[in-house]
């Protein structure tokens, strides 16, 4: 169904952009966001700003001709993933001015500065109409959760910089991967308690069911925890629960966001009567694959191969050729063998 809901509103902002009398006026077009919102650009974007790494990802690898900054978050991230960009591409990245992101140090006198033709950003943006009216630049966001959103996101990005076929490829192999999953979740005979822990290091911190984490446990066939968290809870990433609830949760699947912190709940002794520890089901996702940014898709295969197999080599082995297809349509490349087995720093 989720997977119908992305399509039904990316064919709905198409036909309000694409039809004479229908959102088009002289130079301009207008698009609805994935808040609803309906925005008015200039029909031909020739500078894009984006306040996330997830659009700022997108306009790295469609229109880099059009992408006027990066953000932080994106920005430290080339510390580890700057070998996905060919030499020039990096170079370009590393000397483009660096923004805040829209939930930590957004400056309106910097984006004035960089005379965007329009702002992407992400529909947690809750001051996105402020931010708008404050610098008379269109605002449109654009969704990470849950994971099978990113299929809109991706055609939207594309419709907005005038790359669709391209947009329109990725989003395909996201929505195919998707539904891939969702198909052998059905099949699977049971369906493990799974919990998700370590996001910026915080050992007890458990995503919410509507976050990208919560929804690529639950579509590849587990159950996240953190979906028994109150409904005030379920949009936060990284929500704060007691080592008592981790205990009575007792979860069958722990994921840690990284190694450090798998090595921290093996070896402390508050974890140790956990059934996930005891069975040594505690397991770190690939550096490449994480359940997080652009590769999201490919923690949700992932995940699911951890879940069915209950064995981390297996897993690998069964996302591999997966990796591999998405790497190359992305970032027009495949993986080295290192790389793929990579786990999160």
């Not at 400056?107 to 109409?129: C, F, K, R, W, Y």
Request: charged share 15%; glycine share 8%; with cysteine.
């Amino acid at each position: 169904m989720k997977r119908y809901c992305s399509a039904l509103i990316v064919a709905l902002a198409l036909l309000s952009a694409g039809c004479p009398g229908m959102g088009e006026s002289g130079g301009t077009v207008t698009i609805t966001d994935m808040l609803g919102r309906k925005v008015t650009m200039p029909r031909t974007i020739h500078r894009v700003l984006a306040l996330h790494p997830i659009p700022t990802g997108l306009l790295a690898i469609m229109a880099p001709q059009a992408q006027v900054s990066v953000d932080s978050v994106f920005q430290r991230s080339l510390k580890t993933h700057g070998s996905l960009y060919t030499t020039d591409e990096y170079e370009r990245l590393t000397h483009l001015p660096v923004t805040g992101v829209y939930f930590n140090g957004m400056s309106a006198e910097q984006i004035l500065e960089l005379h965007p033709d329009v702002v992407i950003t992400m529909v947690g943006d809750s001051n996105i109409d402020r931010e708008q009216q404050q610098t008379g630049i269109p605002f449109f966001a654009v969704s990470k959760a849950p994971t099978s959103s990113y299929e809109t996101t991706i055609r939207l990005v594309g419709q907005i910089v005038g790359e669709q076929k391209r947009a329109d490829e990725m989003a395909d192999f996201w929505a195919k991967t998707v539904q891939s999953v969702e198909d052998t979740a059905a099949k699977a005979s049971r369906h493990p308690t799974v919990m998700y822990v370590g996001k910026n290091a915080n050992t007890l911190g458990v995503p919410g069911r509507n976050t990208v984490f919560g929804s690529s446990i639950d579509t590849a066939g587990g159950q996240n925890v953190g979906d028994q968290l109150p409904a005030a809870f379920a949009s936060r990433e990284s929500n704060t629960v007691s080592i008592e609830q981790v205990v009575r949760w007792n979860p069958d699947v722990i994921i840690a966001s990284r190694a450090a912190t798998r090595e921290e709940i093996m070896t402390n002794p508050q974890w140790s009567t956990l059934r996930a520890v005891q069975a040594g089901h505690v397991y770190t996702p690939r550096a490449f694959a994480g359940l997080d940014g652009l590769q999201a898709v490919l923690g949700m295969v992932w995940v699911q191969g951890v879940l069915l197999q209950g064995d981390d080599s297996t897993a690998e082995a069964h996302l591999t050729p997966v990796m591999q297809s998405y790497y190359k349509l992305f970032y027009g490349h495949a993986l080295t063998a290192e790389q793929i087995a990579e786990p999160a720093p």
